[in-house]
């Protein structure tokens, strides 16, 4: 056995599964127990009026008060809710804007060298112009949003400055954050430190949860993306030559492959042989907290459904918001970004949580590769050390 093998089962036992993120009440599974950002009819009924554009905007408004005096508030309303004055009042006083839990970091440095090498002048400006966004979109966590020490969040708290996508994505996000890398890394100054803060949090989130979610939202807990986060310290260390990251990173990174082995692998036999692949595979009966009205309106699409002659949707209920096959797999297609090419393809909710992904195959195969990098990189290290120890000594 491998030292990589041995890793992983002496591992094993530590990685927490998905489920235990679940919610489970009845009919209801949900990513996580809030009752404003994971299910409930607070959520179901807000979502539904649609008194934003994008319904990321309400689950990533931090609460001004406690869910108590907040469902008290809620109860006052006219059901079912519409977007008027007296919702648009309600959110005023119980949420404070989106995102309110962060600002912005001042005061960091770039010193992308490689730009004494770009000629052509039209790309030489756009690409200053690209590095000049990178401390725009540099966030730090300060806080709840407001000083009520009780009053609900969905971010999930993240120790070290990072960057994020931009537009509605206000929290680190996971794939996202390996092409992030690549234009940090090459932009220098406040930004190497910047980069290792941004693989550091997410070995913060496999540390506590076992894997990496989608972004660090409480209503991501249920989902994750393409794995990338060998890749991210391979990248990382390749560009840096910081191999002192890889005494955390290794267990860590073993762990969250552990985690996609238990959690999203099946297995596939073909020609007498069995092969192990990952897929996506979702538990959960609810909308997309964050995409919650797209969802239901297209779980409401009977063109979407094997038999044209399904009713539609209902309007959700306190524990039923919609098909759970439908959901299912909308959680699972927006993990790959393929939404709207498989719905096309497969022309049937129910049989496109079958499908494995490509996307995935490639993660799996550069995770492994990365990892045994990593391992490698690690023993060379100390290899040296030792090496220098001896010499020292007159051993050598």
């Known amino acids: 056995m491998t030292l990589l093998s041995k890793s992983v089962v002496a591992l094993a036992a530590a990685a927490p599964l998905a489920r235990a993120q679940l919610f489970r009440n009845g009919s209801v599974i949900a990513p996580c127990d809030s009752a404003i950002y994971c299910h409930g009819e607070i959520l179901s009924q807000i979502q539904l009026a649609r008194p934003f554009e994008d319904s990321k905007t309400f ?25 008027n004055t ?30 004494d090498n770009i000629n052509d002048t039209v790309i030489r400006e756009f690409t200053e112009r690209v590095i000049e966004i990178w401390p725009d979109l540099t966030r730090s966590y300060t806080g709840a949003g407001s000083n009520c020490t009780d009053c609900p969040n969905s971010f999930i708290p993240i120790n070290r400055t990072f960057v994020v996508a931009g537009g509605r994505f206000r929290e680190p996000y996971y794939w996202d954050s390996f092409w992030i890398l690549e234009g940090l890394l090459r932009t220098g100054g406040s930004f190497i430190e910047v980069s290792r803060n941004q693989i ?12 990496v979610m989608n972004g660090a939202r409480r209503y991501y807990l ?23 990251i890889l005494d955390r990173a290794l267990p860590l990174l073993i762990k969250e492959h552990e985690w996609w082995t238990v959690n999203r692998t099946v297995e596939v036999s073909k020609d007498d042989r069995t092969y192990q692949l990952n897929l996506y595979n979702v538990s959960n009966t609810q909308p997309r907290p964050e995409s919650y ?7 409401s699409n009977s063109s979407y459904y094997a038999e044209p002659a399904n009713p539609p949707v209902p309007r959700p209920t306190a524990d039923r918001s919609g098909p759970p096959e439908c959901e299912d797999v909308m959680n699972a297609l927006d993990e790959c970004h393929a939404r709207g090419f498989l719905y096309k393809s497969l022309g049937n909710c129910n049989t496109a949580k079958q499908h494995v992904s490509d996307c995935l195959k490639v993660a799996r195969m550069k995770r492994l590769d990365a990892n045994r990098a990593a391992g490698k990189a690690k023993r060379d290290e100390k290899a040296r050390k030792i090496a220098e120890i001896n010499k ?3 051993l050598d």
Do not use: C, W
């Open 59 to 83: 689950v990533d408004m931090p609460a001004k008060r406690s869910l108590e005096q907040i469902q008290e508030a809620f109860d006052e309303l006219e059901k079912p809710l519409t977007n």
């Open 86 to 115: 007296a919702l648009n009042d309600f959110l005023a006083a119980n949420f404070a804007l989106a995102g309110g839990e962060l600002s912005e970091v001042d005061d960091l440095e770039t010193d992308a060298q490689f730009l």
């Open 200 to 211: 550091e949090n997410f070995l913060d989130l496999v540390d506590q949860y076992g894997f």
């Open 222 to 244: 249920n989902r994750s993306q393409p794995p990338l986060l060998s890749q991210m310290v391979r990248l990382y260390v390749d560009h840096t030559n910081d191999t002192d």
């Open 293 to 299: 009205y797209e969802d239901y309106t297209t779980a």
């Open 392 to 394: 020292e000594l007159g």
